[in-house]
Each structure stands twice: as C-alpha cells, then as structure tokens.
C-alpha cells in the first residue's frame, strides 16, 4: 500500500490543491472533469470554496457555478465568508453574499464575519458586510462585539484602524433607527443605541480572572497602544475616566503599558493624575518608566491657611519676632 507521500493525489486533492495556490487553469479543468466541489480535506476539513474564498475571485466563481455548499463549514465552524473576511478579500465577500451567504454566521467561538473583519483590520469588509446588515452588536463567546475585537487588534495601521472604527460606530448608532425593535442588549439591559452608550459599551467576558473582562473600547485601544483610535474615541465622546473591575482608568492602563504617546493624549483630554485604583495606586504607581512616573505624579496641593480672616506673610512675622525681642 502507498503511503500518503507516495501515492498520487485525487482528483478533489487536485482541485483542493490548484484552490488554494490560485491555479486557475487547473481548477477549471479539473471542475471540467467531475472533480467534487464539496470534497472536504484533511485539513481542518475545510472545502475548495473555504481556501478559494482567500485568494483569487475568479476561481471562488467558478467554485460557486459549479454549484459548491456556500455555507460550508470547516472544522471550527467557519464558513468560507469568516475565511474571506479574515484574509482581507471585500470582494470575495460580497460574490459569497451575492451567492445567498449569510451574513453574520457564527463559528465555534461565537465569531462572525464582521468580528474577523475588526479584529484584522479590513476596513473594506467590514463596510461591504454592514452594508449588507450585518449586526455590529453580536458578542462572540468573550463577550466582545466588533467594535472591542478592532480596539484589541495587532494592526498597526492607524489609518484603516480608524476607517474601520468610524464605520463600526456610524453602524451603531444608526441600528436602532434601521430597526423599529432589534431587541438587542447594551450591559445587561436594553439601552437606546446612542453614540455616547455605543461609544462607551462594556465588554461582557463572563470570565473573572480576564483583566480585560469589562473593558470598553477606549480601555482597549489604550492597553493595545492604539494612539489613532484613542484619540478618535476621545473626540467622539469616550468616557475618559471610565474605570475597569480593579478600579483602572484609561490612564493607569497606558501608563502600566508604558504607552508614553497615550499618556499624553490623555492627560491633554484632562485625564486625573490622582484617582486611585480599588488599592489606593494612581497612574504613577502603576508605570516602571521613570519619565513616564515623573510626569504622573499628582501636583502638591497647598491648603489656603487663613486665621481669623488675617495670612500673615513671613516678612510680617520676621517683623513681629523684632518687635518681640526688642
């Protein structure tokens, strides 16, 4: 008997194959030929229309004339619209939603497309799927929506990162008019889709021990580093003195991080250097950068000590000692 490394490939292996790498020739043919459109791989059982709807979009039509499951599911519960929208492909996106893909499947995790959009940062998808009513308000199993998942992003393109918040936010605000009764839930209760309640929204992570469990998005984008979304957030209206569980502000998580360039957008917004944690810390003990700590300390406040409705300066007491000793 061959091993796997020795045998031939399948026909499906084949189509798999040119799926994947972008063979367009070799796919057609091999669709041409009887190749199943649906065959399932070893790789995390995912079907030709999971690895094409990543890559080039004449081969995801071919796929999806050849009459491919659009809404086939992989090993970890992603249809090929999670693939597309994690890989950057707005146009992938839009033929599988033009083919009849639902738009906010939600795989193992509770993830839809539009949280893999956030969260990798296509600004792009993200528009293509809330223009396609998409719910930006849908929480994976963390508890965070679309709006925490792009705040907490590894991106670094402050650019799109804001282009994608603002599209975020624009389609937050305006759920409640698009729907007469969405029903949804803002912390535990219904709450009116407002831009302050939107922009201030807390993350609902059931887990305790998750520093970040109550986040909302400016304490996100503050621990992540996110300047361009920080001050985005500030200008919009974000709470700056909102506190997580341990009794954090904005402040004390850019200063722990050591986010300097944060620091000081806060500070500038009118952030307080002295509001004490559930400990009794302040932003300045919380940093192990000595300029950072430096900045943050709390100016001394000198009590106004008035006697008799009469301050005495100290010339006028220096004068008095004279007097006194004469």
Known sequence: MLSSFTRSKSRQERLWDACSYGRELTASKLIAEGANPNWRSHVYECCPIHVASQGKASILKMLLDAGCQVDSLDAHGNTAIHHAAMSGHADNVLMLLDAGAMVDPCNQNNWTPLHNAAYWNHASVSKVLLSRGANPFKMNKDGRNALHELCRSKSRDAVGLVDNLCA??????????????????????????????????????????????????????????????????????????????????????????????????????????????????????????????????????????????????????DDDQATDGH
């Open 168 to 317: 975020i936010l624009d389609a937050m605000t305006s759920w409640d008019q698009a729907k007469e009764s969405n029903g949804e839930q803002l912390n535990g209760g219904y709450t009116p889709a407002t831009p302050e309640n939107v922009i201030n929204i807390r993350c609902e992570c059931k887990n305790d021990w998750d520093f970040e469990a109550d986040f909302t998005p400016l304490l996100f984008a503050c621990y992540h580093g996110h300047l361009a979304l920080v001050q985005t957030l500030l200008e919009r209206g974000a709470d700056i003195m909102v506190t997580a569980q341990n009794g954090w502000t904005p402040l004390h998580w850019a200063a722990q991080r050591c986010h300097a360039d944060i620091v000081e957008v806060l500070l500038e917004h009118g952030a307080s250097r002295s509001v004490e944690d559930l400990r009794g810390d302040m932003p300045c003990d919380v940093t192990n950068d000595i300029g950072l700590r430096e900045c943050l300390i709390p100016e001394p406040v000198y009590p106004n000590i008035v006697s008799n409705g009469y301050a005495t300066t100290d010339e006028e007491d």
